[in-house]
């Protein structure tokens, strides 16, 4: 068995929950937290038999949107006096996912 931890938007979490749930597996979503932007997102935990990763993968890929991101940026200028505000553009997801292998399942 695996465990899929997948890292994904919040605007993006019912849908692939419903589709995960409609396809026969379970799903439990955790309130998260990304370092780099300090905002909200949402990690979905799914155990499934190692034979039906593939099929979350494609739900997962299927729901989760890239989205742009604008980061401010402040620029000191040359002469170490001034900041100017700048801002990056970033790219956010559409999910980040680790698969993990699962010693034990229980339900006790
Ligand atoms: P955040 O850490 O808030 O990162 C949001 C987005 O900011 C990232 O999108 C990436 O595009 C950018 N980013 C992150 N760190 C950066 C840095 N040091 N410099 C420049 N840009 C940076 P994603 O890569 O799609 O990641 C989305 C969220 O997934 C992350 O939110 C974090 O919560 C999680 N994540 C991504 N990689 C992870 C990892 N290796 N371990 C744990 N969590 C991870």
Do not use: H, Y
């Not at 929950?17 to 979503?29: A, H, L, R, S, Y």
């Not at 780099?36 to 739900?59: M, P, Q, R, W, Y």
């Not at 000191?76 to 956010?92: L, R, S």
């Amino acid at each position: 068995m695996k465990l899929i931890l997948a890292i994904i938007n919040d605007e993006d979490s019912f849908a692939v929950m419903d589709k995960i749930n409609e396809n026969g597996f379970q799903v439990t979503k955790l309130a998260s937290t990304g370092g780099f932007l300090k905002a909200g997102n949402t990690s979905i935990i799914c155990g499934v038999e190692a034979t039906k990763v593939d099929l979350v993968f494609d739900i997962i890929r299927e729901n989760c949107k890239k989205r742009k991101r604008v980061v401010p940026q402040a620029i000191t200028t040359d002469f170490f006096t001034d900041t100017v505000p700048m801002a990056n553009e970033i790219t956010v997801g559409g999910a980040t996912v680790f698969v993990l292998d699962v010693e034990q399942f229980l339900k006790l």
